[in-house]
């Protein structure tokens, strides 16, 4: 079945350092993917989106890479901040036409100032 | 971003008595909803996906008798826990999308349940 995957489940960086968040997936025919911020108590947030004809895709301070070959996804978060602390999910939807948005595992991004 | 308001975001009922919980698009039309369960320090776990005007497609494992989907409008659908136990008490997250072409899905602040 399908099923995603994180292979970190606690990264911890110091305050201006760049966050590498990563994430397997198992379905190759999966064409959206999503990374979803979380904190505590709360929803998650979204953070970047990569459709699967592309392998890059920057927004402010965040970059998703993309690599269909090894099904591998990642979220790169540059000079972190203490507010950038909370839980990451990758997320995707398969090929259901975004009939289904499933989760992965989720890493717990730890930022000391 | 567009906006999901879920409600109640907290809730304690006793074993056995059922439990609504509202999930609401406030600015824009879902034509699909998401219901998630997430226990502590765990993911999201997709329940079911509800089309408005239709049945909802519930994930295997999930008693589609306990856990009532209800999408009748494009802007509300609704979970109803049915004769809770105090294992189904956990973090209940639903999330809309709008449309065909709207790729994006939002997602509600969860409700907490705890059952007694």
């Known amino acids: 079945g399908e099923s995603v995957g994180l292979h970190l489940p606690t990264l911890s960086v110091q305050e201006g350092d760049n966050s590498i968040i990563n994430c397997a997936y198992s379905?190759?025919?999966?064409?959206?993917f999503i990374w979803y911020k979380q904190e505590s108590g709360k929803g998650p947030q979204f953070i970047i989106d990569?459709?699967?004809?592309?392998d890059k895709r920057q927004g402010q301070r965040v970059t998703v890479l993309l690599n269909k070959t090894v099904k591998h996804l990642s979220l790169q978060i540059a000079a972190t901040q203490p507010g950038d602390s909370a839980v990451y999910f990758c997320a995707e939807t398969g090929n259901t036409g975004f009939q289904k948005l499933v989760f992965g595992t989720g890493t717990r991004l730890l930022v000391s100032p | 971003g567009a906006v999901v308001s879920q409600h109640p975001s907290r809730v304690i009922c006793k074993s056995g008595t059922s439990v609504k919980i509202e999930c609401r698009s406030l600015d824009f039309q879902a034509t699909t909803m998401f219901w998630y369960r997430q226990f502590p320090k765990q993911s999201l776990m997709l329940m079911a996906t509800?089309?408005?005007?239709?049945?909802?497609?519930?994930e295997q494992g999930v008693e589609k008798d306990k856990f009532l989907i209800n999408h009748a409008s494009l802007t509300l659908s609704t979970l109803t826990v049915t004769s809770a136990h105090p294992e189904d008490s956990s973090f209940y997250i639903c999330?809309?999308?709008?449309?065909?072409?709207?790729?994006?899905?939002?997602f509600g602040q969860g409700t907490r349940l705890t059952v007694v």
């Open positions: 379905n190759s025919a999966s064409d959206y």
């Open positions: 999330s809309a999308r709008a449309g065909v072409t709207n790729t994006e899905a939002f």
């Open positions: 990569i459709r699967s004809n592309m």
């Open positions: 509800s089309n408005e005007g239709s049945k909802a497609t519930y």
